[in-house]
């Protein structure tokens, strides 16, 4: 498997009036093609500071310390900017020179946001805009980023004759592997986008096989008024809008230009929907946040997520705040996402018993490092720092019968003051000489299983 | 459609209240006394036998023997068909509704400019202040804003009035409209124009380009003073709620699905902010079509509330329940209004 997200010494820190906020401190981490990474740790360990640094999300008064490497698909995003080495930030520490570099990483970063790298956030109930319709808020994801496909969608259709749909018909009849020979189709005829539809409504379980051949005849469309079709030609042929930009100004216009385009978001937000298990995905589109429960308007994020076929989708918490029943479910979507679709995710979470269910692989955190991290397996069987050793131990068991909960004494350090050597060592029941000073180097125990402790390696 | 019906049903609502209104102001006239109500209509120089039979006469025609609760009806009777009585003040003499179709257009005026003028500023300023947060721009607005709250109206209206029409000399110290425009005009009668009362209109539907275009230049500067003064309030007020908005979670979320900067601000902050705003602004006209009386007499503009001020003075009951009535109706209407504004801008409203 290919790494697809590389992590090099990131540190994160935060400006505030009471000194220093050492959020993270120097974070490896590497992510595979395909694979879900559990990110586990108590509050305050930096996980979603992890996640947000990945978006380039951080608030204005982050502070990404020289030296820290994000590697995405080979392309090292941080190394155009001019960053503060670590010496630097101190009482005499200029805010706002930093604030405007962070503007910079933030404005050069929106074209990857939601493209390569989307984010599903913990509050499903305040995570969606109450004043604007689902459709909308997944169309504007897809706007953001694939208005050339939703183009290309339009024009497939309205390209579309009826010798084309007679053949489709033939393909989806007697085909074996019907996604493969439509692509092939869509290809050699120039119709681009149409295999998506077709496929979208053949997969379709609620309706009767008559019905689905009549809904495929249907996609046949009308040819568009000039005007409209050159915009859509240009788009899907990623020229430059140009005059365009203005005439979408103009009320009466925009709903024959961008309007057309925001029609067809509507369209895919529907399939989108429709793939997460969504049912009326018609009506849902036109409804609004607060008419859906927690558990779908949590599809409804990670629809917007989906919306562009990123690399990786950080999930950040996203079933926190969901009853039990509800978090199997979105549990069950992203595994069977994760195997149709390819993604790569990082699904952060306090809950060590929600990432046994999904992870491949799982990286504890403390006081903003990566203590452990290895194959899901190794993490709880055969779990090596001391930390997930507490962590693993403070779960509450339902056969035992239990008088107290254990947990790890002691609370996570001020990240304002850390403490010397291993973050951890305040609170470890096997602490040394050696951790008060030294702070531990990564040593990979066995395959895959990387561990920052000295009581491992030589 | 869904909406059609709730608007409907706000309509129907507002019924009750009007009738609630009606009621406290017919008491209100009715604590006066039955000699006061007809005061007005007496001649004063009759004496004896004759003022008797005159006073009987004005009994009888304002039903004033009647029960009270039907003489309510009556005059419920009399409003619905116009008749709001008679006023007698040194700036205008005779029945109370032509007194409002004389004073109250250059109020309607006053208040939309200035309104139009509030929000056209008033936004703006606010949004940027709240997104370029603690920048010089931010900081200057606050200033600006606190010394505008905290300067007496009239301050602010000298203070306009001595930069834009004595220095500058850009707009007309006072008056409604050039009055030498106005002569020979065939829909001009005695201080009132027709069909609709409104100067500018009228001369809009007449064609007289000219003379609206000159009303208009002389509105603009007391409303931009009424503006100033009103605009401080709605820009901490917008400027607070979009700062509490911009933490939301779902800016964070339309952040990273990679939208520009611009669209975040304008479609997923600018309109959940602006919710609280409207109230503020809605019964903020409401209050400004109550006449705004210190502009009024600084800016010598003969409106709805320099005309309550003289009626009050000059202790003429008439001209304060007509305008009373009138005023209650507006706000009201404002407060359906501005219902009606929810329903549109929140889905959440439930209708």
């Avoid at chain 2, 503006?227 to 709605?234: E, H, M, N, P, S």
Wanted: proline share 4%; with cysteine; hydrophobic share 45%.
């Amino acid at each position: 498997m290919s790494e697809i997200l590389t992590i090099n010494n990131l540190k994160v820190w935060f400006h505030t009036r009471r000194g220093t906020f050492k959020a993270l401190n120097g974070v490896n981490l590497n992510l595979r093609k395909g694979e879900v990474l559990g990110l586990a740790g108590e509050s305050g360990s930096g996980k979603s500071t992890l996640g947000l640094s990945i978006m380039a999300l951080l608030p204005s008064n982050a502070i990404i310390v020289r030296g820290s490497k994000i590697i995405l698909k080979n392309r090292d995003y941080l190394k155009y900017f001019e960053l503060f080495p670590e010496e630097k930030i101190d009482r005499k520490f200029k805010i706002k020179k930093n604030q405007k570099i962070m503007k910079h990483i933030r404005d050069f970063l929106a074209k990857i946001r939601g493209k390569e790298v989307s984010m599903v956030f913990q509050e499903p109930m305040t995570a969606l805009n109450p004043l604007l319709q689902i459709g909308y808020q997944i169309t504007e994801a897809l706007l953001a980023h694939s208005s050339i496909n939703l183009a290309k969608r339009i024009l497939s259709r309205i390209n579309l004759t009826e010798d084309d749909v007679r053949e489709i018909l033939k393909i989806v009849k007697s085909s074996k592997n019907v996604e493969k020979d439509l692509n092939e189709f869509s290809k050699l005829k120039k119709l681009d986008g149409i295999e998506d539809q077709v496929l979208y409504i053949l997969n379709r379980k609620d309706l009767s096989t008559i019905r689905k051949e009549r809904m495929i005849y249907s996609l046949k469309e009308k040819m568009k008024n000039p005007l409209t079709m050159s915009y859509l030609k240009k788009i899907a042929e990623n020229k430059s809008i140009g005059i365009y930009r203005f005439l979408n100004r103009i009320p009466i216009l925009k709903r024959y230009l961008k309007g057309v385009l925001i029609k067809e978001g509507y369209r895919k937000a529907i399939e989108l929907l429709a793939m997460l298990n969504i049912p009326h995905a018609e009506k849902v589109v036109y409804m609004y946040p607060h008419e859906l429960s927690g558990g779908m308007r949590q599809r409804v994020s990670i629809a917007i997520a989906l919306a562009n076929n990123p690399d990786i989708i950080i999930l950040d918490e996203p079933t926190s705040a969901l009853d039990v029943i509800v978090q199997y479910q979105i549990l069950q979507l992203i595994s069977e996402l994760k195997y149709k679709l390819n993604i790569s995710f990082i699904f952060i979470s306090h809950d060590l018993s929600v990432l046994a269910e999904v992870c491949d692989r799982i990286a504890i955190m403390y006081g903003g490092r990566i203590v452990e991290i290895g194959p899901i397996d190794k993490i709880f069987y055969e779990s090596l720092h001391p930390y997930t050793k507490g962590l693993l131990r403070a779960i509450p068991k339902i056969s035992k019968d239990i008088k107290t909960i254990e947990s790890i004494p002691g609370t996570v350090p001020d990240m304002r003051n850390p403490p010397n050597g291993c973050m951890f060592h305040p609170r470890c029941p096997y602490v040394m000489d050696v951790c008060r000073n030294k702070v531990p180097k990564s040593i990979e125990y066995s395959k895959d299983h990387f561990v920052e402790c000295f009581l491992y390696g030589e | 459609m869904k909406l059609w019906l709730y608007i409907i049903r706000r309509i129907l609502l507002i019924i009750p209240t009007l009738i609630g209104l009606t009621i406290i102001v017919f008491i209100l006239i009715h604590v006066r006394g039955n000699n006061l109500i007809i005061a007005e209509y007496l001649n004063p120089h009759l004496t004896g036998a004759a003022r008797d039979y005159a006073i009987q006469q004005l009994y009888q025609r304002f039903h004033l023997n009647d029960p009270l609760f039907i003489q309510y009806f009556y005059w419920l009777y009399q409003v619905i068909n116009g008749d709001l009585g008679l006023t007698r003040t040194p700036i205008y003499s005779g029945p109370v509704n032509t007194a409002l179709a004389l004073f109250y257009p250059n109020t309607i005026m006053l208040a939309l400019v200035s309104s139009i003028l509030i929000w056209i500023i008033g936004i703006p300023i606010g949004v940027w202040s709240a997104v370029k947060r603690d920048s010089v721009f931010d900081q200057s607005t606050r200033v600006a804003t606190f010394t505008l709250y905290a300067m007496p109206a009239y301050m602010v209206y000298l203070l306009v009035l001595i930069i834009f029409a004595v220095y500058l000399k850009w707009f007309p110290i006072s008056g409604a409209v050039d009055p030498l425009l106005l002569q020979g005009v065939s829909w001009y009668v005695n201080g009132i124009s027709y069909p609709t009362h409104i100067i500018f209109i009228d001369a809009l539907l007449h064609g007289d380009i000219n003379i609206a275009l000159n009303s208009i230049w002389h509105f603009i500067l007391p409303s931009l003073g009424i503006a100033l003064g009103g605009v401080a309030g709605i820009i901490r007020l917008l400027r607070s709620s979009m700062l509490e908005v911009l933490d939301q979670d779902y800016i964070r979320m339309a952040r990273s699905k990679g939208i520009s900067e611009s669209e975040v601000i304008n479609i997923h902050a600018r309109r959940n902010a602006l919710i609280p705003a409207v109230t503020s602004f809605v019964y903020g006209v409401a209050g400004l079509l109550g006449g705004v009386v210190v502009a009024e007499v600084i800016f010598n503009i003969p409106g709805v509330g320099y005309w309550t001020v003289q009626a009050l003075l000059n202790n003429d009951a008439g001209g304060i329940l007509g305008s009373t009535l009138i005023f209650g109706i507006i706000l009201v209407t404002a407060s359906l209004i501005l219902d009606i504004i929810y329903a549109a801008l929140d889905p959440r409203v439930r209708y």
